[in-house]
């Protein structure tokens, strides 16, 4: 059963930035409920986080400030459609979910979506809800959305369209940093896709420090999905944006996932990158000093491709 916060006609009045809770395995998850206040909305959405320590804004204490979940539901509240963005179970204000957060895993975060789905229809009293995956959190979408109930649809923002364990393989070879520590990183990926772990002992540093063995047995888990597979076999309505600056996920891995729907909606967004801002420069370090910067703006055609596909009768775009 969910909890829910008393919900009052006070309340709806003065709803934006309101604290939200559901149940988890051992504690309360948190997340934030942000509406324009008027009580009538069009949609409804759960905005679900990437990979690693990365909180209900979007930030995380690896050098990530650019709150682009936090700028993304404040955006969509101005145009009619609320939203619920969450802690993950273990982190932040969810850490009393779990006793450690390295054991949730996917499934795990997914049945975690279902709950917030449920959760976010009946505070905005919507029927169902959106899930808007972000990066990883698009798998966990992908994920929860294989049973629809209290899901409307999903819209996958920077998702990765092939499996973790080639994406990684990929990035690991496309940095030239990496070539002394290449040759075990690809055989420890080798080993976790047949479903074996690695001694972090015996991994060079800095590997050893990322890939604990609570790590290794999470990706042993997330590698056994396809997202483009997934996407097939989702029963609700599939949107897909993607940004042509993203340094971590690229257009082809949009294309991937659109391919497994005919009617999936893709839209690419020129100079987004991959916390859905549009950097001043196309050069890497303008890029990647984005990350830090909380006071940039989102692209405003990201909030448009989302918020089209969350409200389709608002406009009848659809980008290839």
Known sequence: MVGLLAYSAALAAASRGLEVTTHGPHGSLAGTYESSGSGKHAAVAVIIPGSGPTDRDGNNPLGVKAQPYRLLA???????IASVRIDKRGMFASRTAISDANDATIADYAADARAWARLAAKQSGK???WLIGHSEGGLVALVAAQDKAAICGIVLVSVPGRPIGTVMRDQFKA???NAPILAPALAMLDGLE??????????????????SLRAQRFLIAEMRYDPAELVRQAKVPVAIVQGDADLQVGVDD????????????LTIVPGVNHVLKHPASPDRMANMQSYADPAMAIDTAVVDA?????NPKATGRKTR
């Open 74 to 80: 404040e955006a969509l509240a101005k145009r009619g």
């Open 127 to 129: 029927s169902c809800a």
């Open 175 to 177: 940095n030239p940093a």
């Open 194 to 211: 047949a479903g074996r772990t690695t001694d972090p002992a015996a991994l060079p540093a800095p590997l050893d420090k990322l890939f």
């Open 254 to 265: 949009a294309r991937r996932l659109a391919s497994a729907r005919t009617d999936a909606r």
């Open 306 to 310: 989302v918020a089209a596909a969350l």
